[in-house]
């Protein structure tokens, strides 16, 4: 009896160490999920902002890991009907493209399709003034470029307006302008909500940042962990000027 008793513990003790809890293996397959979906995105900087987002919230690390993973496949899902739709996606931070974004009215926006050769979030850059875009892409950070040189595809690109004041309209194109040649650029789009509107970003966090502390405006369609350029286009509050 005793000897069973002593089998029986230790069978109980190799268990309960050696096997990974149902939690910790759903925290490591999002994880990775996640960083195969963003390659740039580095473990240690992910698990840091989660972590972050836990302490201040107190959801749960695995909790926040799933719901990043969904946004993910969300914003890829709606990317697979982009392409279908037009069959173009142009690269993003390129000046690629066969038609010149064309000019806008200062504090306006415009989104079109693009990827890297892993990642295809959009992109989305601001009008400075009618003929200056300020944007952030991954070779220089937050910069400017003409309209006449910024060039997209026909067809998956547009222009929109945010419906607030114009005093709200230029003071965000203002703070934008502000940040160039200042913020280096940051491929973290799945908590870029939650990170300092000053340093590194990537071009959804630049335009959503600009218009949240210029009126307090949330460009974002879904509210969720991370920002992405379409969650940006399909904003409450904002209007389509044109297709291009």
Not at 156 to 180: E, G, I, L
Request: hydrophobic share 30%.
């Amino acid at each position: 009896m005793k000897k069973h008793l002593v089998t029986s513990v230790l069978a109980f003790c190799l268990t309960a160490f050696s096997v990974p809890s149902a939690f910790a293996q759903d925290q490591i397959t999002y994880k990775d999920e996640i960083l195969s979906m963003q390659p740039d995105l580095t473990s240690a900087e992910l698990l840091s902002s989660v972590q972050a987002i836990a302490k201040n919230t107190g959801a749960t690390e695995d909790a926040l890991l799933k719901k990043i993973y969904e946004e993910l496949k969300h914003d890829q899902t709606k990317s697979k009907e982009e392409k279908q739709q037009s069959g173009k996606v142009g690269t993003m931070g390129s000046s690629g493209g066969t038609v010149s974004v064309g000019p806008s009215s200062k504090g306006n926006f415009y989104y079109t399709a693009s990827q890297t050769a892993y990642m295809n979030h959009g992109h989305v850059g601001m009008y400075y003034s009618s003929d200056v875009i300020v944007e952030s892409v991954p070779e220089t950070g937050v910069r400017t470029i003409s309209t006449t040189l910024r060039k997209v595809d026909q067809g998956d690109a547009q222009v929109k307006s945010v419906t607030t004041s114009s005093s709200n309209r230029d003071n965000a194109a203002n703070w934008a302008f502000s940040r160039v040649g200042i913020d280096a650029y940051s491929y973290n789009f799945v908590t870029n909500r939650s990170t300092s509107h000053i340093g590194d970003k990537n071009c959804s966090k630049l335009v959503w940042s600009a218009y949240k502390l210029n009126g307090n405006l949330d460009l974002d369609v879904d509210g969720g962990l991370g920002v992405y350029p379409r969650d940006v286009r399909d904003a409450p509050g904002t209007q389509l000027v044109r297709n291009i």
